[in-house]
C-alpha cells in the first residue's frame, strides 16, 4: 500500500493574441521540441519503486493509515447512536440516558482526536520518507548526467535536459504519497462504508452507489483525453525554458543583430502553444468536478425523500438515515478524490517518464572504469607518449570526419595540428579526452589504450584550454582550484600565468566573483584565469584548441608565455589556425579531408612547398615572415 550585421531597427512587435481572444498579427510558425520519449508504461510502477521505505516505517505508517480510515467510518456510527439517545430520550415518557449519552460523545472525541494524530503522524513520516527518496532520485539523476557521454548533451536541447531533472522531477514527485495513502485508504474507505450502508438499508445503500460507476467512467475517458494536452504541456515547457535560457546567454548577439523580433516571435509561439495545452488540459480535467457534483446532489437528494420516508413509516431509525446521510458524502468524497486523482496520476506518469528517458539513457563507456592500468615504471615521473594510430571517426555513420589518422606525439613535446575549418581538429582532442571512441584505431597514452584506461582515467592528467574560456559563478580562487584540494594555495599558478595583476586589480582579488556572463573581466583575461586552472592541475597532457583566438595581442602574449611554460613539462597536443603559434611546435600535422597529408617541423613543411607552406604564403627558400593564417591561406 506504501510507496530555447546590423540590420534597421525592428518594429515594435504587438504580441499575438492567445486563443480565443481577439486576432491580431499573424506570427511564422516556428518550430518546437519535439514531443519527446515514451515510457508511459510502467512509469508509475516505476515511480513508486523510487520510493526508499524500511519495513518497519511502512508497517506503521500503513497501519496509521488503516486506523486513520476506519475512524473516519466509525465516527458517523457514532453519532447517528448519540441522535438516537436523543431522540429517544426526548420523545414519549423516556428519560435521557445521560451516562450513556455523555460516554458516546467522549468516545466520539477520542475518535475525532486519535484520526487526527494519526492521520498527521502517517503524514509526516510519508512525506519525509518521499522527500528523502526524490533527494536520493535527484542524486542518482546528478551522477547519471556525469556518466553520459558528450554525444547525448549535444542531441538534447539544455532546455528540455533542465526540465526534465527539475520540474519533472518535482511534479512526478507530488504522485507518490497520494498514490501509497491517498488512493488506498479511500479505497478501503468505499468498501467499509459500502459494507454498512448495506448493512443499514439496503435500498439506501444502492441509490448513494449509482454515483461510482458514472463517476469512474467519466474519470477514465477525461483522462484519456487529458494525457495529450498534459504531454504537449511538458513539452511546450522545456522549450519554453530552453528559449528564455538561450535568450538570456545570446542577449548580446541577439541586440547586436537587432534580432529581438525574431527571438520575440519564437517566444510568442512557444508561449501560445503552451496557453493552448494547459488550457485544454484544464479544460478536460476541469469537467469533472462538476459532472460529479450534479449527479451527487441528484442522489442525496433521492436519499433525503427516502431516508425521509423510511424514518416517518418506522422503518429507519433517525441516526440511521443521518449515518446513511454522513456515509453517502463520504462515499461521494471519497469517489471524488479517486476520479479527480486520476488527471494528477496522468501528469506525474508523463514526468516520470521524462526522467526515466535521463536515467535509462546510455551511459559512456568506461564511465566506472576503476581498475587499475599498471604503467611502465616512472610514467608518472615524466610526460607520456601519445601514439594516434589507424584512427578513424564518425559522428554520423557513412560521414567518415577523420580517416586512418596516424602520429606520435614524442614525450614533453609539442604537436600542433592545423588544417581548415572542419577537417576534424578538434575532433582529434574530443577522442584523445575520450568524449568520443574511435570508429577503429586505436589512441595510447605510454603504450596503454585509452580505451582501456577508460575516460576518468585518461583525464586525471590532462589539463584543456579551449578557444572560449569557461568560468562557472564563484570566487577566482575557486575557478583556479577546480578540481584541487581546498588547501592548495593558488598563488602560484597566478604568477605562472601572468594574472596576478589582472586579479589583484578586481575589487577582492581572488575572492572576486566572477562567471561566464560577468562583466568585470575581458575575454582575453577570462582565458587568462583559465590557463592559471590548466596550471594549478600540473597536468602532464595539455590540450590547447585555438587558446589564444578570443585575446587581445597584449592578452595574447601573456597566454602565450604562460603557455610556453606550462607545456615545457607537457605532452601537449595545439590546435590552431595561426602560422606564429604553429612554428613554436615541435612537430606539425596537416589535416586535409579527413587525413594527415603533411607532418614535420615547419622548417621541414616550408622547404616541401606543399599545403602548409602555400597557406602560409610561403615558399622554399623564401623569408616571408611568420605571419599567416592556416585556415585561411591568407596574411593579416
Known amino acids: 500500500m506504501l510507496d530555447e550585421k546590423s540590420r534597421p531597427a525592428a518594429p515594435a512587435r504587438a504580441t499575438p493574441p492567445l486563443p480565443g481572444t481577439s486576432s491580431g498579427t499573424t506570427r511564422s510558425h516556428i518550430p518546437t521540441a519535439g514531443s519527446g520519449g515514451g515510457g508511459r508504461d510502467g512509469s508509475l510502477r516505476w515511480l513508486i519503486g523510487q520510493l526508499h521505505l524500511s519495513r518497519g516505517r511502512g508497517v506503521v505508517i500503513s497501519l496509521f493509515a488503516i486506523l486513520a480510515a476506519v475512524g473516519s467510518v466509525v465516527a458517523p456510527i457514532l453519532f447517528g447512536a448519540i441522535t438516537n439517545v436523543i431522540v429517544d430520550g426526548t420523545v414519549g415518557d423516556s428519560t435521557m440516558n445521560w451516562r450513556l449519552l455523555w460516554t458516546l460523545l467522549g468516545t466520539q472525541i477520542a475518535v475525532f482526536a486519535v484520526v487526527a494524530v494519526l492521520g498527521l503522524t502517517q503524514g509526516q513520516m510519508l512525506t519525509v520518507a518521499v522527500q528523502r527518496s526524490v533527494a536520493g532520485l535527484r542524486e542518482r539523476i546528478e551522477d547519471k548526467i556525469h556518466r553520459l557521454p558528450l554525444r547525448y548533451f549535444e542531441n538534447t536541447q539544455r532546455g528540455a535536459l533542465v526540465s526534465k531533472l527539475t520540474a519533472h522531477t518535482d511534479n512526478a514527485a507530488t504522485v507518490i504519497a497520494p498514490v501509497l495513502v ?73 541586440q547586436a543583430y537587432n534580432a529581438e523580433e525574431v527571438s520575440a516571435r519564437r517566444f ?33 437528494l433521492v436519499l433525503a425523500v427516502l431516508g425521509g420516508i423510511m424514518v416517518v413509516d418506522g422503518h429507519l431509525s433517525l441516526g440511521a438515515a443521518q449515518v446513511v446521510v454522513v456515509f453517502s458524502q463520504q462515499l461521494t468524497s471519497a469517489v471524488r478524490e479517486l476520479a479527480g486523482f486520476v488527471t494528477k496520476v496522468q501528469s506525474g506518469t508523463v514526468s516520470a517518464s521524462k526522467v526515466r528517458e535521463v536515467l535509462d539513457a546510455a551511459e559512456d563507456p568506461g564511465a566506472d572504469t576503476d581498475v587499475a592500468v599498471h604503467a611502465p615504471p616512472g610514467r608518472h615521473a615524466r610526460p607520456p607518449e601519445i601514439v594516434f594510430d589507424d584512427v578513424g571517426f564518425a559522428y554520423e555513420e557513412g560521414n567518415p570526419v577523420l580517416d586512418s589518422v596516424s602520429f606520435r606525439m614524442a614525450p614533453g613535446t609539442t604537436t600542433a595540428v592545423v588544417g581548415t575549418t572542419g577537417s576534424g581538429k578538434t575532433t582529434l582532442t574530443n577522442l584523445l579526452q575520450g568524449f568520443y571512441t574511435p570508429t577503429h ?50 598563488s602560484g599558478a597566478l604568477e605562472d600565468s601572468h594574472a596576478a595583476q589582472i586579479v589583484s586589480a578586481l575589487p577582492n582579488g581572488v575572492d572576486t566573483v566572477i562567471g561566464q556572463e560577468s562583466e568585470n573581466l575581458s575575454a582575453g583575461e577570462k582565458q587568462l584565469v583559465t590557463v592559471a586552472r590548466a596550471i594549478a592541475a600540473a597536468p602532464q597532457i595539455l590540450i590547447l584548441d585555438e587558446a589564444t583566438s578570443a585575446a587581445d595581442p597584449r592578452t595574447e602574449l601573456l597566454v602565450q608565455r604562460a603557455l610556453h611554460r606550462l607545456r615545457a613539462g607537457t605532452t601537449t597536443l595545439l590546435i590552431t589556425h595561426r602560422m606564429a603559434t604553429a612554428a613554436l611546435a615541435d612537430t606539425i600535422v596537416v589535416l586535409d579531408d579527413r587525413v594527415i597529408v603533411e607532418a614535420g617541423t615547419h622548417r621541414e613543411l616550408v622547404a616541401a612547398g606543399g599545403i602548409y607552406a602555400r597557406r602560409c604564403g610561403l615558399g622554399p627558400g623564401t623569408g616571408t615572415p611568420i605571419t599567416g593564417d592556416l585556415e585561411t591561406g591568407t596574411e593579416p
Do not use: Y
Open 268 to 300: 510568442d509561439d512557444l508561449n501560445r502553444k503552451l496557453f493552448t495545452s494547459v488550457r485544454a488540459a484544464q479544460w478536460t480535467g476541469g469537467s469533472l468536478p462538476p459532472v460529479l457534483t450534479a449527479v451527487n446532489a441528484l442522489v442525496f
Open 182 to 254: 491517498t488512493v488506498p485508504t479511500n479505497a478501503l474507505t468505499l468498501v467499509v462504508v459500502t459494507a454498512v450502508l448495506f448493512v443499514i438499508s439496503p435500498v439506501l445503500a444502492a441509490v448513494a452507489l449509482v454515483a461510482a460507476p458514472v463517476s469512474a467512467v467519466a474519470a477514465v475517458l477525461l483522462a484519456r483525453r487529458a494525457r495529450p494536452h498534459l504531454e504537449d504541456r511538458w513539452t511546450t515547457t522545456a522549450a519554453l525554458t530552453g528559449h528564455i535560457e538561450e535568450e538570456l546567454s545570446a542577449r548580446r548577439t541577439l
Open 441 to 490: 584505431g586505436s589512441i595510447t597514452i605510454d603504450g596503454v589504450d585509452i580505451a582501456d584506461l577508460g575516460p576518468q582515467q585518461a583525464r586525471a592528467h590532462m589539463a584543456v584550454v579551449t578557444q572560449e574560456p569557461w568560468l562557472f559563478t564563484g570566487t577566482v580562487r575557486e575557478n583556479i582550484a577546480f578540481g584541487m584540494d581546498e588547501s592548495d594555495d593558488v
